[in-house]
């Protein structure tokens, strides 16, 4: 039993962090109907960030600590975002959507070969920005695993997706937001400027891929320029599975995929060989394609995500 | 008196394409490696088979209009059936054994390359069907996302069975496929796309792509032709993943995962989405490139100007979508047509800049 | 109210080019950074202010290396991009090293070498490429590569059939050299490695059951995961649990726990360095005490970068102990941490032994130009002294030597026993 709950808890500390980064693909997606691809590896430059910030800090003598580091990150990848959206987005606007497809996709390519070019192909270590002690009296009378940091993220989560929810519902920025999101030829007749709201989206968003970021190294000890890869693709996942484009909707997606993945991996259930392969039902070799069957299952349900609004077809 | 059609009308026309196309693959299997140097033969061996998946991908992808990031996975599959076929069956058959030069001696062994060949596309068109089925319901990137999960779903499959190699991958496939062979196939693959677009079901790809509902009012079984097109498709790729297989030798889950897929979407985009030409020829400068780059070695001073060729890579990658205005249009084709009209529009515009001279 | 950005496109074209400027350069140290990148660590513990935790080495580039007009060309390939560049770059960075050193040197005499670098971007359909152009183009007498065995298998039959000595410095799948008579290997093979990790944990450390938990997307870990299993089954062990983590993943909690749940003795985790020192870390932070073991792609600095005091009650087999006294060993650790700013990893280490023993050869035979001869050459090593032991390669092309088992104690190495290589 108490197997089980402490999967639930590893699972849903997993999902937080994916939640939040699912937030940053949704909103852009909302806003341009574009995948930005490249929104795993703004991850990894704000993790790679925050190691930079937090040595400058400890030569500076300023503490390094997780609320002084994190606005750090959130600030350059925010304005990574606007800068890649400027260059290589906004001149494919009228194009096919295809085509910033594969811009997103080179964007990507660009970050991961500079980064295993300048910061080399290893693994850094990530400094602890924040206490790893575990709730010592559930660890020590149930053997229960909970950790202040896990706590802590999954807080910091909850707070951005209100900040999020309360920019998208009641700012003029998210009224334009929204207005663009569902009819951008008709916002710009109403006076929304259009290139400003984008721009202020894809700010948004890859401050929150920075702070996943930041949380995602925090949580795993370590950052390497291929590690947004990962993370990326199951974000994006998540948000699908939620109804791209919808927020709350990313945040469940992100909690399910965690939470999912752990459990099936966490029981594995042997059922013998054949053709030299060990065949189990479910299982930790077998995690991240059950995460896609899920997603498939989902969408077979659902067409448009868990969340997503069901679009009828207009003649 | 009764309609009689000349029969050197209507039967040259056959013979007439024939002989060309005869020409055409001759001329890309013989001609090619004897006018071209060396190192540049193994990259457009590539390139010439990457074309192949990716005029498969572009019935989807660009005439049908369904986005699919999972075509790596449907030429894993024909690439496996096929190896295995070759590392499995074959010895048995007719003794290749490892570290053999591989040469097909015998007519046999050629039909039976050929079989194994038909056998992965039959299998990855089998796999597209059945995929295609419940996920071809879905619309736009949600399609994309599922083709990505039935592909990562696939690579973590193969990465678990050992039979297979597990993640080592399949080695020791006879090396079949030598520049007559990718002729052959790259002509005959051209063939079907080209009859299918010029034909009742590409016509309906293309209403598909245009407008689903108008096509559903015109009377088309879209589901139907959805499945039908990503059968079709899954089947091409699976062809090109055996010729591929058997070009590299070797063949490995990683090749089956979605940042591989991601490469065949790109020819295609780039290609000018649903135009045959730019696909083929988009297949060929991105497939040429990175054995073109290895050529980097000999110029220590480009090499150090460049840096890193996968920043240069990606550089080159953005760019290039930013100018595509100057690349193809999509439904551009290459055709006997267009060289008829560009030639007569040549005319015109010289004979106009004539005009004004003469008074 | 949002900045008016998108308003003023100088300022925006202005954002990015310092942003662009700001990624390229972030490579740089901060001032403070030590001068050795030999990286001491965060402390795990919580508030503290971390010192450098970033080893700031530039990665090596395609290219070709030593005298370009007279020698005697070498290919090298290597993933020295994509997904498993780390390993590519180690490899490199040692092959240059000692290219650099046997050419300040003299050493053994005889024709420089011309060493031709090229990146496979860890992908299969490169290798064939390279090759080719290697062969053909730049008419090589002998190639160094692949790491991964997976890639190595695509390179061997090509290396055969062309007749040119390839010589893989640190592929451990068996079937490699069954290639064919030109197929050289200079580490040892998953299961003499596999013998002596099961060996150590069932006697030194009287383990009687073990949890394996290895990356399965990896063939060098699910190699020597299958061949650890039988080791250890015939010695008289039990396999507790016997489970594969997925591609990229860096969060191995359920893995963790579930190994605890069956209550093994020992942990065996055949993973690379990449991985190693994370989890360990966070078996340690899941409460899971018990020794864990690794194999040689343990040894690099960055385990202990990332796990320090985690890594304490590990052991892992390695090819040699950089604690050993004998010269060569300590003037490869130094010379490499001089010319690198960072400790070689085991990588680096059978790199540097491997060029040694194809330079060796081509040196010692009359016409360096023939394949042949380098390759009957390369065939008749034997006592070589290198860095990872005295090699000598046997009947089927594979090194015979005897591993080592270290332990990590705060982030150091310490040597613990010898294994003979005689699997029974």
């Known amino acids: ?109 660009f970050l991961e070969s500079v980064g295993q070019w300048k910061l080399g192909a290893g693994r850094h270590a990530f400094p602890a920005l924040l206490s790893d002690h575990r709730i010592e009296a559930l660890a020590e009378r149930y053997g229960f695993y909970v950790y202040v940091s896990d706590l802590v993220i999954f807080a910091s989560t909850l707070l951005l997706l209100v900040a999020l929810q309360a920019i998208v519902k009641f700012t003029r920025f998210g009224k334009a937001m929204r207005a663009v999101s569902q009819d951008p030829e008709a916002a710009r007749l109403m006076g929304v400027d259009v290139n400003r709201v984008i721009t202020g989206t894809f700010a948004l968003g890859s401050a929150l891929a920075g702070a996943g970021g930041v949380m995602w190294g925090m949580k795993f000890g370590a950052a390497d320029p291929l590690m947004g890869m990962d993370p990326g693709l199951k974000a994006f996942v998540a948000a699908v599975v939620g109804g791209i484009g919808n927020v709350p909707g990313a945040m469940v997606g992100g909690f399910i995929m965690g939470v999912a993945e752990t459990l099936v991996a966490a029981c594995s259930i042997p059922i013998g060989r054949m053709w030299g392969s060990d065949l189990v039902i479910v299982g930790s070799n077998y995690r991240q394609a059950l995460g896609f069957l899920i997603l498939i299952l989902v969408l077979l349900l659902r067409p448009s995500g868990l969340f997503g609004r069901h679009e009828p077809e207009k003649v | 008196m009764a309609y009689r059609p000349d029969p050197v009308r209507v039967y040259g026309h056959w013979l007439l394409a024939a002989a060309g196309l005869s020409l055409a693959a001759a001329a890309i299997g013989y001609g090619i490696p004897k006018v071209l140097p060396t190192f540049h033969l193994d990259p457009l061996a590539l390139g010439l088979i990457y074309a192949v998946i990716a005029l498969g991908l572009n019935i989807v992808n660009g005439q049908a209009g369904l986005f699919s990031i999972g075509h790596a996975a449907f030429a894993g599959i024909g690439a496996y059936t096929a190896g295995g076929l070759s590392t499995m069956v074959g010895p048995r058959l007719f003794g290749w054994g490892p570290g053999m030069p591989a040469q097909l001696d015998s007519p046999a062994a050629a039909v039976f390359f050929m079989a194994s060949l038909l056998a992965g596309g039959l299998v990855a068109a089998l796999f597209g069907y059945l995929v295609g089925i419940p996920t071809l319901r879905l619309r736009g990137d949600y399609l994309a996302i599922a083709t990505l999960g039935f592909g990562e779903i696939m690579r973590v499959v193969l990465d678990n069975t050992a039979s297979l190699g597990g993640p080592l991958g399949m080695h020791g496939i006879p090396r079949f496929t030598t520049y007559p062979v990718i002729g052959v196939a790259l002509v005959l693959t051209l063939i079907v796309c080209r009859n299918i677009a010029t034909s009742v079901p590409g016509r309906c790809f293309v209403a598909l792509r245009e407008d689903e509902i108008a096509a559903e009012s015109l009377g088309i079984a879209t589901t139907r032709v959805k499945v039908n097109a990503m059968a079709l498709s899954a089947g091409i790729a699976g062809i090109g993943g055996g010729l591929l297989a058997h070009r590299l030798g070797s063949y490995m889950p990683v090749d ?75 439904g551009w084709e290459l055709s006997f047509q267009w060289m008829r009209d560009s030639a007569a529009r040549l005319r015109r515009r010289l004979s106009r800049r004539e005009g004004p001279a003469n008074g | 109210m949002m900045p008016r950005i998108g308003e003023h496109p100088g300022l925006v074209a202005a954002t990015t080019a310092a942003l662009l400027a700001v990624t390229l350069l972030c490579g740089c140290p901060p001032p403070a950074a030590p001068e050795s990148g030999s990286p001491t660590v965060a402390s795990t513990s919580g508030g503290q202010a971390p010192s450098d935790g970033v080893h700031a080495s530039a990665s090596v580039q395609e290219g070709s290396y030593g005298d370009r007009e007279n020698g005697i060309p070498v290919g090298a390939y290597f993933g020295l991009t994509g997904a498993q560049a780390v390993f590519g770059q180690d490899s490199a960075k040692a092959m240059i090293l000692a290219l650099e050193e046997m050419e300040a040197a003299d050493w053994n005499g005889g024709p420089s070498i011309h060493l031709i670098l090229q990146d496979d971007r860890c992908k299969t359909e ?64 998953d299961q003499q490695q596999g013998y002596a990790c099961a060996k150590f944990a069932f006697e030194n450390l009287e383990a009687r059951r073990a949890a394996i938990l290895y990356p399965g997307d990896n063939d060098y870990s699910v190699g020597l995961a299958n061949d650890f299993t039988a080791a250890f089954g015939r010695l008289g062990g039990e396999i507790v649990l016997s489970q594969g983590w997925g591609k990229d993943q860096q969060d191995f909690s359920v893995e963790l726990d579930r190994a605890k749940q069956q209550e093994p003795d020992v942990l065996f985790v055949p993973c690379y360095y990449d991985d190693s020192g994370q989890l360990a870390s966070q078996a340690r932070k899941r409460g899971l005490d018990i020794p864990i073991v690794g194999g040689d792609g343990w040894d690099s600095p960055d385990v202990d970068a990332i796990g320090k005091e985690a890594t304490n009650n590990c052991f892992f087999a390695n090819h040699y102990s950089k604690a050993d006294e004998s010269p060569i060993v300590q003037s490869f650790v130094k010379s490499y941490e001089k010319r690198w700013g960072e400790a070689p990893s085991a990588m680096a280490a059978t790199a540097y032994d491997g060029v040694r023993i194809l330079v060796q050869a081509i040196r010692s035979v009359s016409d360096p130009r023939d394949r042949l001869a380098v390759r009957d050459a390369l065939a008749a090593t034997s006592g070589f002294e290198g860095v990872t032991g005295t090699i000598t390669i046997d009947e089927d092309r594979n090194a015979t030597k005897s591993a080592v088992i270290l332990e990590l104690r705060d982030g150091e190495q310490t040597f613990v026993d010898t294994v003979q290589p005689d699997v029974p």
Not at chain 1, 50 to 64: D, E, K, L, Q, T
């Open chain 1, 1 to 109: 039993m108490i197997f089980w709950l402490q999967q639930l808890t590893n699972g849903l500390s997993l999902g937080a962090i994916i939640a939040l980064i699912a937030l940053g693909y949704t909103m852009v997606y909302g806003v341009l109907k574009l995948i930005n691809f490249a929104h795993g590896d703004i991850l990894m430059v704000g993790a790679f960030v925050a190691i930079y910030a937090a040595m400058w800090a400890a030569h500076y003598g300023i503490p390094v600590w997780f609320p002084l580091i994190m606005p750090v990150s959130m600030a350059f990848c925010a304005a990574l975002g606007v800068a890649i959206e400027f260059v290589a987005y906004r001149p494919l606007r009228n194009a096919p959507r295809l085509a910033s497809l594969i811009t997103a996709i080179g964007v990507s390519l």
């Open chain 2, 256 to 330: 089956l995962s979605w940042v591989r897929s991601v490469e065949f979407v790109l020819m295609v985009v780039l290609g000018g989405s649903g135009s045959i030409t730019g696909t083929v020829i988009a297949a060929i400068t991105l497939g040429m490139l990175p054995g073109e780059m290895l050529q980097l070695t000999k110029w220590p001073w480009l090499q150090k100007l460049i840096g890193n060729k996968m920043v240069v890579y990606s550089v080159l990658l953005i760019v290039m979508m930013l100018v595509r205005s100057l690349w193809f249009k999509g």
């Open chain 3, 126 to 189: 490169d290798v064939g490429l390279i090759l080719n152009k290697l062969i053909n183009d730049d008419e090589v007498v002998a190639v160094v590569g692949e790491l991964a065995s997976s890639l190595s298998l695509v390179g061997a039959p090509i290396c055969q059939e062309e007749g040119v000595p390839m010589l893989s410095p640190s592929s451990t799948n068996p079937e490699v050299t069954k290639k064919g008579d030109f197929i050289f290997r200079t580490c040892f093979t």
